[in-house]
């Protein structure tokens, strides 16, 4: 079954970096688009960053963030850099598309603050 595993998160102040690692499992991966998504308190998830046939990013991360996979590792990752406090949500990666009937991993909590 799909199997989806975020880590890297944590404290950092303004202007700081983090980068996260996604380890997913249970479909084929290669073949598929991954996404990066966050969901801060009180909002909705919001889909941040893509590869598939090409890379994009959300205009609130374009040139600060960016995401790259390891097909052979199963793995996508999420540099950010220059981090604000508005990035502060929980993190999750997942398939491109996804929704809430999909499976989803817990996520990794980043704060950004001072």
């Known amino acids: 079954q799909v199997q989806i595993v975020e880590s890297g998160g944590g404290l950092v102040q303004p202007g700081g970096s983090l980068k996260l690692s996604c380890v997913a499992s249970g479909f084929t991966f290669s073949s598929s688009g991954m996404a990066w998504y966050r969901q801060a308190a009180e909002k909705g998830r919001e889909l941040i960053a893509a590869?598939?046939?090409?890379?994009n990013y959300a205009d609130s991360v374009k040139g600060r963030f960016t995401i790259s996979r390891d097909n052979a590792k199963n793995a996508v990752y999420l540099e950010m850099n220059n981090l604000k406090p508005e990035d502060t949500a929980v993190y999750y990666c997942?398939?491109?598309?996804?929704?809430?009937?999909?499976?989803w991993g817990h996520g990794t909590q980043v704060t950004v603050s001072s």
């Open positions: 997942n398939r491109l598309p996804a929704t809430d009937r999909d499976v």
């Open positions: 590869t598939g046939r090409s890379i």
